[in-house]
T-cell receptor, first 110, second 113 residues
Framework: NAGVTQTPKFQVLKTGQSMTLQCAQDMNHEYMSWYRQDPGMGLRLIHYSVGAGITDQGEVPNGYNVSRSTTEDFPLRLLSAAPSQTSVYFC?????????FGPGTRLTVL | GNSVTQMEGPVTLSEEAFLTINCTYTATGYPSLFWYVQYPGEGLQLLLKATKADDKGSNKGFEATYRKETTSFHLEKGSVQVSDSAVYFCARGDGGSQGNLIFGKGTKLSVKP
């Protein structure tokens, strides 16, 4: 089991560029989510999904899009990157009440 | 707003010292409570959890007891090791059916030999 995997590990974007952060899990978990981690802020929920074809917004969804076409994959799209989106992004999947986190993607927007 | 409050860090201790990291929460009802640990350069890992009042979660020498009277879930360890150096996050369930979590801001622990 690879668990939750994320790519890329690091990314630098210019303001206005778009990109997709990839997340995959091989545990057949229905629930997946995206968080961002900022210094002194803890983790904040961006979007989540309770199964293929179903997504919903979390606490800080603006500027991000998600889709869930398969159980395994849950990509996060930045449509037009802004410096305020500089952060570390974590994907997670959940079974019962235990969440499993990926290693994170460190994104810098210049 | 954030309804999980942790003590500010960083916390620096000598090896074998006693550790307490305070965590309090506000919530309607009795949410599940968690401690996650993040080692340098890694994602978060579940350290322990408690799902109802008076439950004690424990793992790797760490313990935390769900205290509904004081709405607290303080993390303790009797003798820390250098390998315990990490950031510790307290979290609670958000009360919804999806099982989303609300995290505290994290407490960085550094243990010196």
């Amino acid at each position: 089991n690879a668990g939750v995997t994320q790519t890329p590990k690091f990314q630098v974007l210019k303001t206005g560029q778009s990109m997709t952060l990839q997340c995959a899990q091989d545990m057949n978990h229905e629930y997946m989510s995206w968080y961002r981690q900022d210094p002194g802020m803890g983790l904040r929920l961006i979007h989540y999904s309770v199964g293929a074809g179903i997504t919903d917004q979390g606490e800080v969804p603006n500027g991000y899009n998600v889709s869930r076409s398969t159980t395994e994959d849950f990509p996060l799209r930045l449509l037009s990157a802004a410096p305020s989106q500089t952060s570390v992004y974590f994907c997670a999947s959940r079974i019962y009440n235990e969440q499993f986190f990926g290693p994170g993607t460190r994104l810098t927007v210049l | 707003g954030n309804s999980v409050t942790q003590m500010e860090g960083p916390v620096t201790l000598s090896e074998e010292a006693f550790l307490t990291i305070n965590c309090t929460y506000t919530a309607t009802g009795y949410p599940s409570l968690f401690w996650y640990v993040q080692y340098p350069g890694e994602g978060l890992q579940l350290l322990l959890k408690a799902t109802k009042a008076d439950d004690k979660g424990s793992n790797k020498g760490f313990e935390a007891t769900y205290r509904k009277e004081t709405t607290s879930f303080h993390l303790e360890k009797g003798s820390v090791q250098v390998s315990d150096s990490a950031v510790y996050f307290c979290a609670r369930g958000d009360g919804g059916s999806q099982g989303n979590l609300i995290f505290g801001k994290g407490t960085k622990l550094s243990v010196k030999p």
